[in-house]
Each structure stands twice: as structure tokens, then as C-alpha cells.
């Protein structure tokens, strides 16, 4: 598959929640589920992983592969601070987006619909400076969450080794980019996690299931969100 249209302007769209989301219409992929960018975030990735290991851990180490729009991060950090821990979240991103682009999207003002402010953070400071922070250093983004954006493919960045509880796998789908799903990528993503860490992703497929299985983790199927029917847990233990 051509990779061409990852240079491209992604648009703007709405999804079913109220949240934003970025689409490339010339391929017909996009970053989050229309069925609500946010919620799929929370369903995918915030509950499952986070939160599960927020419960166990007093100090997160969270790996993003794909830093897109910082909806992760975001999520990340309003949780964070719900559960009182702390958090070092590292993200990977090869195509940052242009403020042009991120300074639109409305995650800070859905949230609020959504879950409420009830620690009555200043969410719109707290998504522009994620965005904001520098790339390729660890940045303060508030007391307890410390964030670093490196700028790169993650096929070629160093990972420190059986560091992370949380990796949030979302990267396109193998359609688009099947050289981000194989066994030997996964090798690197599984020696970088802790023990008892989870990756999850929303993808299901059977090649992306054997590439994680062959590298030790296991795997449980969970409920997709929304229209899709499974979501993958993977845990190394
Ligand atoms: C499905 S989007 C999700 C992004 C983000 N998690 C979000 O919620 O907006 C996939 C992201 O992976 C990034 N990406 C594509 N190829 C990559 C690579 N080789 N290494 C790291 N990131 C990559 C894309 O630019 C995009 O931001």
C-alpha cells in the first residue's frame, strides 16, 4: 500500500460523540472510530490498560505508538489525575501534526460534556501544552505527569528495555501500514514492557494476534467499541 497520503492534510470530521477526528479521504482511513473519537479512546485504551494498571502501579510508565492528535495523552492525564498516581508517558509520533490542525480539535470542551471537570483542571492549557511541549525531551506538562515526544518511525527508535505497563498500539491499520504490525517490531515492543504490562489495540486481525503471541504475550479478546466486534489485550507475564 502506498504510504503517500500520511504527507498529505488529513480533514477535520465529527464523530458520533461530538469529538473530532481526522480523516485522509483519499484513502479512507482515519485516526479514531467515527462512531466517537473519544469514546473509542477511552474504550480502547484509557480503561482496559490504564486504569487497570493505575489500580496496581503508583507510577505509570505509558508507551504510545502514535501520538496523532494527543487525544491518548490527554485521556492519560485528566485519569491521572483522577487516580492520584503519577505517570511518565513517552509517544511516538512520525508525522506531527501541524498547529494549524491540532489547535482546532475540541477534546478539552467534549471532555467536559462527557466525564465533567470535577478536579477542575484547565483542560484547554493542559491540551495545547501537550502539543506544545518540545520534541525529544521529557517536558513537565503538570505535577506528576511528565511527557516526552520523540519524533520518529518507531521501527527505528531505541525502546529502554522492561520499562512500560501500558502500551497503547495505535498505529494504522496493517492495510495501510503492515510493516507496523509485524513479529519482529512487536520482538522490541514486548522487551520494553514490564512484567504484567498490557498492550492493547483496536485492531483484531489474526496475523497482528500470531505476531504478538510469538513473542511471548498473552492475548485476550475483548469487546470491540462500537461496530467492531473484538479489541486485543496483550499482557506479558
Ligand atoms: C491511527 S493514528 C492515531 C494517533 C493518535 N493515537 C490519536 O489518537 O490521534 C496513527 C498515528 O501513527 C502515526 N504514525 C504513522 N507511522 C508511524 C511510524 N512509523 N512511527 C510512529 N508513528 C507513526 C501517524 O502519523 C498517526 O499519528
Same mark, same amino acid.
Given at each position: 500500500?502506498?504510504?503517500?497520503?500520511?504527507?498529505?492534510?488529513?480533514?477535520?470530521?465529527?464523530?458520533?460523540?461530538?469529538?473530532?477526528?481526522?480523516?485522509?479521504?483519499?484513502?479512507? %482511513?482515519?485516526?479514531?472510530?467515527?462512531?466517537?473519537?473519544?469514546?473509542?479512546?477511552?474504550?480502547?485504551?484509557?480503561?482496559?490498560?490504564?486504569?487497570?494498571?493505575?489500580?496496581?502501579?503508583?507510577?505509570? %510508565?505509558?508507551?504510545?505508538?502514535?501520538?496523532?492528535?494527543?487525544?491518548?495523552?490527554?485521556?492519560?492525564?485528566? !485519569?491521572?489525575? %483522577?487516580?492520584?498516581?503519577?505517570?511518565?508517558?513517552?509517544?511516538?509520533?512520525?508525522?506531527?501534526?501541524?498547529?494549524?490542525?491540532?489547535?482546532?480539535?475540541?477534546?478539552?470542551?467534549?471532555? =467536559? !460534556?462527557?466525564?465533567?471537570?470535577?478536579?477542575?483542571?484547565?483542560?484547554?492549557?493542559?491540551?495545547?501544552?501537550?502539543?506544545?511541549?518540545?520534541?525529544?525531551?521529557?517536558?513537565?506538562?503538570?505535577?506528576?505527569?511528565?511527557?516526552? !515526544?520523540?519524533?520518529?518511525?518507531?521501527?527505528?527508535?531505541?525502546?529502554?528495555?522492561?520499562?512500560?505497563?501500558?502500551?497503547?498500539?495505535?498505529?494504522?491499520?496493517?492495510?495501510?501500514?503492515?510493516?507496523?504490525?509485524?513479529?519482529?517490531?512487536?520482538?522490541?515492543?514486548?522487551?520494553?514492557?514490564?512484567?504484567?504490562?498490557?498492550?492493547?489495540?483496536?485492531?483484531?486481525?489474526?496475523?497482528?494476534?500470531?505476531?504478538? =503471541?510469538?513473542?511471548?504475550?498473552?492475548?485476550?479478546?475483548?469487546?470491540?467499541?462500537?461496530?467492531?466486534?473484538?479489541?486485543?489485550?496483550?499482557?506479558?507475564?
Amino acid at each position: 500500500m502506498d504510504t503517500d497520503f500520511l504527507n498529505t492534510t488529513p480533514e477535520l470530521v465529527v464523530t458520533s460523540d461530538g469529538s473530532h477526528s481526522l480523516r485522509f479521504p483519499a484513502v479512507g %482511513e482515519g485516526y479514531h472510530s467515527v462512531h466517537g473519537a473519544m469514546s473509542e479512546a477511552v474504550h480502547v485504551y484509557i480503561a482496559p490498560c490504564f486504569e487497570s494498571q493505575a489500580k496496581a502501579n503508583p507510577m505509570v %510508565e505509558v508507551l504510545e505508538v502514535g501520538f496523532g492528535t494527543g487525544l491518548n495523552a490527554f485521556l492519560t492525564l485528566c !485519569k491521572s489525575m %483522577e487516580y492520584g498516581i503519577a505517570v511518565n508517558y513517552i509517544a511516538i509520533e512520525a508525522y506531527p501534526l501541524e498547529e494549524k490542525i491540532w489547535s482546532r480539535l475540541n477534546y478539552p470542551e467534549v471532555y =467536559k !460534556k462527557l466525564y465533567g471537570n470535577d478536579l477542575g483542571l484547565d483542560l484547554e492549557t493542559i491540551f495545547q501544552n501537550l502539543h506544545t511541549a518540545e520534541w525529544g525531551r521529557e517536558v513537565e506538562i503538570r505535577p506528576n505527569f511528565r511527557l516526552t !515526544k520523540i519524533r520518529g518511525m518507531v521501527q527505528e527508535i531505541a525502546l529502554p528495555a522492561n520499562t512500560f505497563h501500558c502500551v497503547f498500539y495505535d498505529a494504522f491499520a496493517p492495510q495501510y501500514q503492515p510493516e507496523l504490525w509485524t513479529a519482529d517490531l512487536f520482538a522490541r515492543i514486548a522487551a520494553a514492557m514490564h512484567d504484567e504490562a498490557s498492550l492493547t489495540t483496536y485492531c483484531c486481525k489474526g496475523d497482528v494476534k500470531r505476531a504478538l =503471541k510469538a513473542n511471548g504475550l498473552k492475548i485476550t479478546k475483548l469487546p470491540g467499541f462500537a461496530n467492531k466486534r473484538e479489541m486485543l489485550m496483550a499482557v506479558k507475564n
